[in-house]
């Protein structure tokens, strides 16, 4: 099911204005889509190796991935998190700029999230 992976990378890394945050205990990096992506054996390389930021993604260390909505004081956060075996979120995508600047939520980009969504299902196991 590993193909899954790269495939739900591949659909978010194309999708504009998607922030993925890599947080480890002592280090939160960002990097934001659009990105490259591509796969050699078990690593999943997102963006350029030469470029300015990208990832290797271990494609045996993740074993799922859950959409999430969370409510927030003022707007819901959408996101796609990852998870290790120990079901430690080792990245997340998140959906930004999904609100006007009168903090509506935009349709268009709810759609594009839902579409995803539905497309792989709310909880995935690889």
Do not use: C
């Not at 075996?85 to 080792?90: E, H, P, S, Y």
């Not at 980009?109 to 690889?126: A, G, T």
């Amino acid at each position: 099911m590993k193909i899954l992976l790269f495939e739900l990378l591949s659909d978010i890394v194309k999708i504009k204005d998607i922030l993925f945050v890599v947080k480890s205990q002592g280090v939160t990096s960002e990097i934001r889509s659009p990105l490259s992506i591509r796969q050699k054996e078990k690593w999943i390389t997102m963006g350029e190796n030469d470029g300015p930021a990208h990832m290797h993604v271990d494609s045996e260390l993740i074993n799922s991935a859950e959409f999430v909505q969370e409510e927030k004081p003022e707007r819901t956060s959408f996101s796609v998190r990852f998870y290790d075996k120990d079901g430690q979120r080792v990245l997340a995508a998140y959906f930004t700029k999904m609100y006007d600047d009168s903090k509506t939520l935009i349709p268009e980009r709810k759609k594009v999230y839902e579409q995803l969504n539905q497309k792989f299902s709310s909880k995935i196991n690889f």
